[in-house]
């Protein structure tokens, strides 16, 4: 690293993570509060290519919201309905099938599917969801169901413990679960913008629990909303002890507050700029040295901006999705879906090297599956 180009006050920051040393709260808080964002790219990028080199990659996935129907109303959602709204949807299970029996010969290696806490869907209905799936190709990996969502369905639905709930999901096909539902973890803020949802222990035990049975997740966190960069570090902090236990997150996805359709507390939040996210994807790269990969989610900052992320830290791109419908009910503009083509061309132009990979972040190499998302593109947006 060329320490002329960083900062007095960031040097001593950048020392320690090129000394492989682990940086403090107040390191972090420090990083939150700096303007030179370049500085804190290059500090960024010695943890990025020392985990992942010039890789970048991305998954092939087709995303599933199987209902809105939600029996809590967060304030900062846009997507959950009650059942007489008219906005409210529930696919049946044939109707789901046919959208990924569609997606397989496009080459999806993933199906991630999330949906409200429905009051009425049965045990029965989740279970036979999932056997299908699985029935339809034995290698799709089944990504589904946020922690909140496991907590739903082992209290009011399946009525068992949540390892027990998870560990019968996963004997019919769940390969893992996702990482939704954790928002800021600071207990004030929670109680501001989703009250009722689980807390922040309760969302930390999901995947405890999760990876104690030999599972992996990914981890998140919604920003730009009421949250002080403080409250922004502790979630940081709880992220990366939970790590140190249990090792089993994958890859940390963090992602901005979508205000278009927001009111209330939240209806005058602006939305987060491109050199707030980008702060943000480098500070989290350099605070979270135990979890290897940085997700910049395509979806909330649009393909362009998180080409340029692969320069703060980010190595993966999120997947083609496929249809993406929570972001885009709260007023996102960026497109529904990528092709493989133009992910990698992003990649590709931003010098680093494309690789498609697996949900667990494994490369795929030659052995992914081709189809007609790989036709050349010449646009990356
Ligand atoms: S964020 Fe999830 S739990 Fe909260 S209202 Fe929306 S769908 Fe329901």
């Known amino acids: 690293m060329n320490y002329q180009l960083i900062p007095k006050e960031l040097r001593p920051i950048a020392e320690k993570v090129e000394a492989k040393q682990r940086i403090s709260d107040s390191d972090a808080l ?3 509060c700096a303007r030179d964002l370049n500085a804190l790219g290059m500090i960024a990028n ?27 109303s967060c304030q900062f959602c ?7 709204d008219a906005h409210a949807f529930e ?17 999806v290696t993933e199906v991630h599917m999330v949906g409200g806490l429905h009051p009425t869907l049965k045990k029965e209905w989740y279970l ?36 027990d709930t998870l560990q019968e999901l996963r004997g019919v096909g769940l390969g893992s679960i996702t990482g939704g539902g954790a928002e800021i973890f600071d207990a004030a803020v929670r109680d501001k913008i989703c009250r009722g949802k689980e807390t922040a222990a309760e969302w930390l035990d999901v995947h405890r629990t999760w990876h104690s049975l030999g599972g992996r997740s990914t981890c998140t966190m919604l920003y730009g909303h009421i949250e002080t960069y403080a409250q922004r570090v502790d979630h940081l902090r709880q992220l990366r002890e939970l790590q140190d236990e249990t090792g089993g997150f994958t890859g940390f996805v963090p992602f901005a507050f ?51 992320s692969l320069s703060y830290g980010v190595d993966d791109l999120h997947g083609t999705i496929l249809e993406e419908k929570i972001f885009h009910m709260a007023g996102a503009t960026t497109p529904q879906q990528q092709t493989v083509a133009a992910l990698e061309h992003a990649i590709r132009e931003a010098g680093r090297e494309p690789v498609q990979r697996d ?6 190499n030659g052995t992914r599956r081709a189809g007609p998302h790989d036709e050349p593109e010449l646009a990356c947006a």
């Not at 846009?78 to 007489?84: E, Q």
């Not at 696919?91 to 080459?107: C, H, K, M, S």
Request: proline residues 3%.
């Open 78 to 84: 846009a997507f959950a309905a009650k059942k007489r």
């Open 128 to 163: 036979e969801l999932l056997q299908r799936l699985r029935a339809l190709d034995a290698n799709l990996h089944i990504k589904a169901f946020t922690a909140i969502e496991a907590r739903h369905l082992a209290q009011r639905v399946f009525r068992m413990p949540v390892r």
């Open 46 to 72: 010695v943890v990025r290519e020392r985990k992942n080199g010039n890789y970048a990659t991305y998954i092939h996935n087709r995303y599933i919201n199987y209902s809105n129907i939600c029996i809590l």
């Open 359 to 364: 949900s667990h972040y494994r490369h795929l």
């Open 30 to 32: 420090t990083l939150y």
């Open 91 to 107: 696919y049946a299970i044939d109707e789901i099938i046919g959208a990924v029996r569609e997606a397989l010969p496009l080459g």
């Open 258 to 308: 979508e205000p278009s359709q927001s009111h209330g507390i939240l209806a005058e939040i602006k939305r987060a700029s491109a050199f707030e996210q980008l702060r943000n994807l480098a500070v989290s790269r350099i605070y979270l040295d135990n979890i290897d990969h940085l997700t910049a989610y395509w979806v909330s900052l649009g393909l362009p901006l998180a080409q340029v």
